[in-house]
């Protein structure tokens, strides 16, 4: 697979595509996807990239004060359940006062 494949399936990763609509705009199969490990690897990096700079973006806007930006950190960061309805409103409360 060409560089330009390459860069365009981490491209469209990035823009949140699935596999089937990358192969697509790629005009490579799913089985040829499915054979290079470096597709693969470039999509999982594409995703990646696009996942960090979302939650880099919510961790600003929660330093900032922005209280929705706070409660959706504690959801992305405490998948158990983290803090209880009680805690989170007292962190909301807190950050809407500042």
Known sequence: MDQETLDRIEECAAAGMSVTDTCALCEITETEYADSDEAQKRYNVGRLKTELAVRQSVVTLAQEGDARMVK?????????GGLTKEEMDEVIRLAEKS
């Open 72 to 80: 959706l950190y504690f959801d992305l960061t405490h998948a158990d």
